[in-house]
């Protein structure tokens, strides 16, 4: 597991309510309130999509909702930056293959 | 007139804003500040380091707690704070938000005090799109703010401050660094930051940087190799870097699309991050109505962009006649003096001379 349980100026990580999100059809334990990316990341998902025409991988860049790299579909909801967007309990998330705009 | 429309509008609720929205509010004017984020802070967030300085900036205090500080002062001042709310666009002094992303509000505040904070700058090689490679900041917040590893071996490229701080918290979050690369001949940090990070067993390699990142769907070995004093590659010197993460900390850009369609005039200033509005003593743009302050008027400290704020704040507020003269006054000097304290030593001197530039572009435009 990649979470910080204990650090050395923050402390011991605070209990969290749990909640399940569902990422390419698998359940996924995530604390209540963290980033899509973060809960991603602890279980040791890196990439959150796939370019659209050279199907490259991309993931956590900037962090904070500025570079678009880290989208993912959140409910069918396309291109959702992945980084700044709260867990919420059943959320359905899908890594993006590219490919999905509509021509 | 929009009810919702308050005497000045802040956009950031960074150090630069909340210290602008507090000193509005000091002088009876009413504030609403915009951010973007889910929590008001900023930046300040994720800075789990001490400052330096004096007392009076917070020295031997941790980002974080002073973040926490100003969120509590401005609440207990009664500022209105709009969170999830990006400012997407500034029309002929029409500012437009989307208020918790979802509803479009448009106003036409009285003044405005653009506190929109920094961009870190990225760099480009082979390979660093890959997943792992990701801005120092990007680093930062996950393990400092949301508690996760973003890998077990590190590389840095960047030794200035960002850099050597962020080494030595992902060292205390559990993960390896295994090199900080630094293209220049020297470090480009503080001392007391570089030692710690060399104690730590950390190398600092200057005259290195990084050539490729390999791996299949994300980072698995970096590439680094020395170079020359023109940058070029010494043949030869390569070495690969068995690690899963590239944290980039090659500086930051003002954040200042806004500010640019606020008609605001520009001046280039390398030393402080690059094109940004001039302003006056007072923070006031070339724009009537139109305040900087933070890391958007240069890129600095957190400890500078509150008083930058401060600044901000009273010559807004001066400007709406909500101040009298003799507390103009004395304030302005007390708030010019702290950033001038700020601006000492052989780092701070730069900046001094670099910022004493952005006023000079805005006097040049004025005259």
Same mark, same amino acid.
């Given at each position: 597991?990649?979470?910080?349980?204990?650090?050395?100026?923050?402390?011991?990580? %605070?209990?969290?309510?749990?909640?399940?999100?569902?990422?390419?059809?698998?359940?996924?334990?995530?604390?209540?309130?963290?980033?899509?990316?973060?809960?991603?990341?602890?279980? #040791?998902?890196?990439?959150?999509?796939?370019?659209? %025409?050279?199907?490259?991988?991309? #993931?956590?860049?900037?962090?904070?909702?500025?570079?678009?790299?880290?989208?993912?579909?959140?409910?069918?909801?396309?291109?959702?930056?992945?980084?700044?967007?709260?867990?919420?309990? #059943?959320?359905?998330?899908?890594?993006?293959?590219?490919? %999905?705009?509509?021509? | 007139?929009?009810?919702?429309?308050?005497?000045?509008?802040?956009? !950031?609720?960074?150090?630069?804003?909340?210290?602008?929205?507090?000193?509005?509010?000091?002088?009876?004017?009413?504030?609403?500040?915009?951010?973007?984020?889910?929590?008001?802070?900023?930046? @300040? @967030?994720?800075?789990?380091?001490?400052? =330096?300085?004096?007392?009076?900036?917070?020295?031997?205090?941790?980002?974080?707690?002073?973040?926490?500080?100003?969120?509590?002062?401005?609440?207990?001042?009664?500022?209105?704070?709009? @969170?999830?709310?990006?400012?997407?666009?500034? =029309?002929? !002094?029409? &500012?437009?938000?989307?208020?918790?992303?979802?509803?479009?509000?448009?106003?036409?505040?009285?003044?405005?005090?653009?506190?929109?904070?920094?961009?870190?700058?990225?760099?480009?090689?082979?390979? *660093?799109?890959?997943? !792992?490679?990701?801005?120092?900041?990007?680093?930062?917040?996950?393990?400092?703010?949301?508690?996760?590893?973003?890998?077990?071996? &590190? &590389?840095?490229?960047?030794?200035?401050?960002?850099?050597?701080?962020?080494?030595?918290?992902?060292?205390?979050? !559990?993960?390896?660094?295994?090199?900080?690369?630094?293209?220049?001949?020297?470090?480009?940090? *503080?001392?007391?930051?570089?030692?710690?990070?060399?104690?730590?067993?950390?190398?600092?390699?200057?005259?290195?940087?990084?050539?490729?990142?390999?791996?299949?769907?994300?980072?698995?070995?970096?590439?680094?190799?020395?170079?020359?004093?023109? =940058?070029?590659?010494?043949?030869?010197?390569?070495?690969?870097?068995?690690?899963?993460?590239?944290?980039?900390?090659?500086?930051?850009?003002?954040?200042?699309?806004?500010?640019?369609?606020?008609?605001?005039?520009?001046?280039?200033?390398?030393?402080?991050?690059?094109?940004?509005?001039?302003?006056?003593?007072?923070?006031?743009?070339?724009?009537?109505?139109?305040?900087?302050?933070?890391?958007?008027?240069?890129?600095?400290?957190?400890?500078?962009?509150?008083?930058?704020?401060?600044?901000?704040?009273?010559?807004?507020?001066?400007?709406?006649?909500?101040?009298?003269?003799?507390?103009?006054?004395?304030? @302005?000097?007390?708030?010019?003096?702290?950033?001038?304290?700020?601006?000492?030593?052989?780092?701070?001197?730069?900046?001094?001379?670099?910022?004493?530039?952005?006023?000079?572009?805005?006097?040049?435009?004025?005259?």
């Amino acid at each position: 597991m990649r979470r910080i349980h204990e650090h050395p100026i923050l402390g011991t990580l %605070k209990d969290a309510e749990e909640c399940t999100i569902v990422v390419d059809s698998k359940p996924m334990l995530a604390r209540a309130g963290e980033p899509i990316l973060a809960a991603l990341l602890a279980h #040791g998902v890196y990439a959150t999509r796939l370019t659209e %025409k050279l199907r490259e991988p991309r #993931g956590l860049f900037c962090g904070i909702g500025l570079c678009t790299d880290c989208l993912v579909t959140v409910n069918g909801v396309q291109n959702v930056r992945s980084c700044i967007t709260p867990v919420e309990e #059943g959320m359905v998330i899908e890594t993006q293959t590219g490919g %999905k705009r509509e021509r | 007139m929009n009810a919702e429309t308050p005497d000045i509008l802040v956009v !950031g609720a960074g150090p630069a804003g909340l210290a602008a929205a507090i000193e509005v509010s000091e002088h009876g004017a009413s504030v609403t500040v915009a951010d973007e984020n889910a929590k008001p802070g900023g930046q @300040l @967030l994720k800075q789990t380091h001490r400052f =330096f300085g004096s007392e009076r900036h917070y020295a031997g205090t941790r980002g974080i707690d002073i973040g926490t500080k100003l969120v509590h002062k401005a609440n207990d001042i009664g500022v209105k704070i709009l @969170l999830d709310t990006p400012v997407v666009g500034i =029309f002929d !002094g029409l &500012v437009a938000m989307a208020v918790g992303q979802k509803r479009l509000l448009a106003m036409h505040p009285q003044r405005t005090i653009l506190a929109t904070g920094a961009a870190e700058n990225a760099i480009s090689f082979p390979g *660093w799109t890959l997943p !792992g490679v990701m801005t120092a900041g990007a680093a930062q917040t996950f393990v400092n703010v949301h508690r996760v590893r973003v890998g077990e071996r &590190v &590389v840095i490229v960047g030794s200035g401050n960002v850099g050597l701080i962020v080494a030595y918290q992902l060292r205390q979050a !559990g993960s390896d660094v295994a090199a900080i690369v630094e293209a220049m001949p020297n470090i480009g940090g *503080w001392g007391v930051h570089a030692a710690k990070i060399r104690r730590m067993g950390i190398p600092i390699l200057p005259q290195h940087t990084i050539k490729e990142t390999r791996g299949d769907g994300r980072v698995e070995q970096v590439v680094i190799h020395q170079i020359d004093k023109r =940058f070029r590659p010494v043949p030869g010197t390569e070495t690969v870097i068995e690690a899963d993460t590239v944290c980039l900390a090659a500086g930051m850009s003002p954040r200042s699309r806004l500010a640019e369609m606020a008609g605001c005039a520009f001046v280039n200033v390398p030393e402080l991050g690059g094109r940004m509005p001039v302003h006056n003593v007072v923070m006031q743009t070339s724009v009537s109505g139109f305040y900087s302050a933070g890391d958007i008027a240069g890129i600095e400290e957190a400890s500078t962009a509150i008083e930058e704020g401060k600044l901000a704040g009273l010559g807004a507020a001066f400007s709406l006649g909500r101040v009298e003269q003799a507390v103009y006054k004395e304030r @302005l000097m007390a708030y010019t003096e702290a950033l001038d304290e700020l601006r000492c030593g052989p780092f701070g001197k730069e900046r001094k001379q670099a910022k004493d530039r952005v006023v000079k572009g805005y006097d040049e435009i004025a005259n």
